[in-house]
């Protein structure tokens, strides 16, 4: 188990307690895209951190929970990827030159059917590529948010046999003209945070005094009320949770891959192995085809009961957070993906404590015997540094006193 310091010294230090994902795929979001457009991301601003950090969190914990391992690397990367319901008539590509868009067939706003993988020319074994961007979104769609995947290039065997959906990567993108929330953000592991929800399942009452939202007409779950935490998120949509949404999409849940991989029955209901046993029966889908019907209850992942809407719902009520399900990861796991069941199985906790009532920064945590112990420091979640400190359980950070700093200790 991980234990969490006392709120006074996170005032001078940033405790992240998890695992780097050591082993399975590495989720790689590349926001290049974004650095020729808005830089809606960039990392010097205190607003473009926060929104990189939300998503940096959501990719860190799909990279840590799913733990397939054998992607071949693509020695060479020529591919591309599109985008739609943009109300730019010209996007800059990854290299910064200015390419028109076609008009949406649609009938409102622009889309770009090719944007080449210039900045890359290869892509490492196990690491998936997630190109993330920023637009103002035409007035025709009524998305926030879009994500997907481009491409027949297949990582393995069972990806060439068609029983594994897995290929270089894809691309997620937001609109800008929509009021996004990007605080309270959980970290790569976010099963601390997912609080307190009224026992009764059913109830009378959305009573105030849990952190989940209970819609009593619609007598559904809807999601974490980001406002029982911090009441500044307004009525604002939360990029943490529709960020892990798009990275579901970008990871292949999409209409064509339900019906590839996972497979429908004659009502277009998902009828995967995994989905129908979470679910108790095939799952309904919502006309679009790439998402769980609306309103779909499911237990959050690792919660030991808390029910909320799927994330793989086609939408999130504002103010919420929609954390993953049991059912989204059982999607994933009807795609070919290996996820873990728990927190625990992906990334074996260490007991971790910070302690700043000397000077510096001191870790502890739990010896594991016999194992080599690797702290990993870093001032934005982007950009780690690691230690190699050996068989020892503690560890002080020689940084100065009042040094921000994220943690991480694997083994
Ligand atoms: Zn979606």
């Not at 309904?284 to 085809?289: E, N, T, V």
């Amino acid at each position: 188990m991980t234990r969490n310091h006392p709120a006074h010294a996170l005032a001078a230090a940033s405790l992240f307690l998890g695992a780097l994902p050591s082993q399975g795929i590495e989720i790689v979001l590349d926001f290049t895209l974004d650095e020729q457009n808005y830089n809606w991301f960039d990392p010097a601003t205190s607003e473009g951190m926060a929104r990189r950090q939300a998503l940096e969190s959501a990719a860190g914990f799909l990279s840590t929970i799913i733990r397939n391992d054998d992607w071949n690397s693509l020695p060479t990367l020529n591919e591309s990827f599109s985008f739609r319901d943009l109300s730019e008539s010209s996007i800059n590509d990854l290299d910064g030159n200015p390419v028109a868009g076609a008009p949406d067939p649609d009938g409102t706003g622009y889309v770009y059917s090719s944007i080449s993988t210039t900045n890359r020319s290869s892509v490492g074994a196990n690491q998936y590529i997630v190109y993330v961007g920023a637009f103002v979104f035409d007035s025709g769609t009524s998305s926030h948010a879009i994500g997907g995947w481009d491409s027949n290039d297949r990582r393995n065997a069972a990806g060439m046999d068609g029983t594994e959906f897995n290929t270089w990567g894809g691309r997620i993108y937001f609109d800008i003209g929509t009021d996004w929330y990007a605080g309270s953000n959980p970290g790569i592991n976010p099963t601390n945070d997912y609080g307190i929800q009224d026992p009764d399942k059913s109830p009378s009452t959305d009573i105030s005094t849990d952190n989940w939202d209970w819609h009593t007409t619609l007598l559904e779950w809807k999601g974490f009320q980001l406002s029982t935490i911090d009441p500044s998120v307004g009525s604002a949509a939360d990029l943490y949770g529709v960020g892990l949404h798009e990275l579901l999409h970008a990871l292949g849940l999409t209409n064509s891959n339900f019906i590839n991989y996972i497979g429908v029955d004659a009502n277009g209901d998902a009828i995967g192995p995994h989905l129908v046993a979470e679910y108790g029966g095939p799952v309904p889908r919502s006309s679009s085809g790439g998402h769980f019907d609306y309103g779909t209850q499911a237990e959050v992942w690792d919660s030991e009961g808390i029910i909320s809407e799927a994330n793989l719902d086609p939408s999130t009520t504002n103010g919420n957070r929609k954390y993953l399900t049991r059912l989204d990861a059982a999607a994933l796991r009807d795609l070919g993906y290996d996820v873990a069941a728990t927190w625990a199985e992906a990334a074996p906790a260490l007991d971790l404590l910070i302690d700043l009532s000397g000077a510096q920064a001191r870790l502890d945590w739990t010896l594991f015997a016999d194992s080599e112990h690797t702290v990993h420091w870093s001032t934005d979640l982007v950009n780690w540094t690691s230690v190699a400190v050996g068989t020892v359980d503690t560890w002080t950070d020689p940084a100065p006193v009042g040094t921000r700093r994220y943690y991480q200790v694997t083994r």
